[in-house]
């Protein structure tokens, strides 16, 4: 079974440019969640998917990120734009239920320069 | 809110050493705790849990036990390898604050030389 795909692997763009990282969850699995890890930092959760609807949103950092999940499949993050301080690990997380195990992805390294 | 502090790293062992890396947490309630690893170029992999209080969590020779009274679930191995060479990541998920949210260490990046 394929696990947790995320693309690209990793992103160099200039600050004021757009970027769309993708996920694709596990077959089968309702939740998607994205987390990011900023500058070594701990890594934080931003959002929650339950199919399609956004379930919390708590830890979207502003309104310059952008989830989607359109059909309840995989999920987009937008950064628009992009500013330095965006730059990180982007993470992608799914499980058949709310309370069951998070499987994660491999992240997408975010570089903002 | 919750929290999790963990070590700091790098820590850098000698292979076949013992390693501990400490983990204390702040949560209402009784959380579960994890600890999770990041091998070089893959994504967070589940390591060990541990759902209530005096619970053992082991794989791979780790072990991680739920200590309630000290807030705290510190990871072991008593023999390290090459391949364990990784970052850790303690990590809570609770009903304070949302059970479907993770919160997470800072990591602790092990290097283990031959």
């Known amino acids: 079974e394929a696990g947790v795909t995320q693309f690209p692997s990793h992103s160099v763009i200039e600050k004021g440019q757009t970027v769309t990282l993708r996920c694709d969850p596990i077959s089968g699995h309702d939740n998607l969640y994205w987390y990011r890890r900023v500058m070594g930092k701990e890594i934080k959760f931003l959002l929650h998917f339950v199919k399609e609807s956004k379930q919390d949103e708590s830890g979207m950092p502003n309104n310059r990120f952008l989830a989607e999940r359109t059909g309840g499949t995989y999920s987009t993050l937008k950064v628009q734009p992009a500013e330095l301080e965006d730059s990180g690990v982007y993470f992608c997380?799914?499980?058949?239920?709310?309370?069951?195990?998070?499987?994660f992805g491999p992240g997408t390294r975010l570089t903002v320069t | 809110g919750n929290s999790v502090t963990q070590m700091e790293g790098p820590v850098t062992l000698s292979e076949e050493a013992f390693l501990t890396i400490n983990c204390t947490y702040t949560a209402t309630g009784y959380p579960s705790l994890f600890w999770y690893v990041q091998y070089p170029g893959e994504g967070l992999q589940l390591l060990l849990k541990?759902?209530?209080?005096?619970d053992k969590g082991s794989n791979k020779g780790f072990e991680a036990t739920y200590r309630k009274e000290t807030t705290s679930f510190h990871l072991e191995k008593g023999s390290v390898q090459v391949s364990d060479s990784a970052v850790y990541f303690c990590?809570?998920?609770?009903?304070?604050?949302?059970?479907?949210?993770?919160?997470f260490g800072t990591g602790t990046k092990l290097q283990v030389i031959p």
């Open positions: 990590a809570l998920r609770g009903v304070s604050g949302g059970y479907q949210k993770v919160t």
């Open positions: 541990a759902t209530k209080a005096d």
């Open positions: 997380a799914s499980s058949q239920g709310f309370r069951s195990e998070q499987y």
